[in-house]
Nanobody, 125 residues
């Protein structure tokens, strides 16, 4: 099993930066792809970014490409999301998730086995 705990959310002004962290417990973190998703009020959960288990591949939603950077430190069992040039439309609860090790579909939330509890990011305009 993998347990995930996000941190780093908060209230910031448009244009600011935040770095989210996701601390993982369990032996399989380093062998799983990982992803970040977000959900705004009244909207479906949407893909933000993902990274392969060896960090050789990264994937981004078009809406965050060039502004957000996903990374991981397998030695620390931690996933990160560096968010720059934040916009009001980035306001959401952000979740980290662990990909099913037999799946190669990083974009679909249904392919992820484990989820954190989420951290709120609020961007004021």
């Amino acid at each position: 099993q993998v347990q995930l705990v996000e941190s780093g959310g908060g209230l910031v002004q448009a244009g600011a930066s935040l770095r989210l962290s996701c601390a993982a417990s369990g032996r399989t973190f380093s062998s799983r792809g990982m992803g970040w998703f977000r959900q705004a009020p009244g909207k479906e959960r949407e893909f933000v970014a993902a990274i392969s288990w060896r960090s050789t591949s990264t994937y981004y939603a078009d809406s965050v490409k060039g502004r957000f950077t996903i990374s991981r430190d397998n030695a620390k069992n931690t996933l990160y999301l560096q968010m720059n040039s934040l916009k009001a439309e980035d306001t959401a609860v952000y979740y980290c998730a662990a990909l099913n090790p037999y799946s190669g579909n990083y974009y679909s939330p249904g392919e992820y086995d484990y989820w954190g509890q989420g951290t709120q990011v609020t961007v004021s305009s």
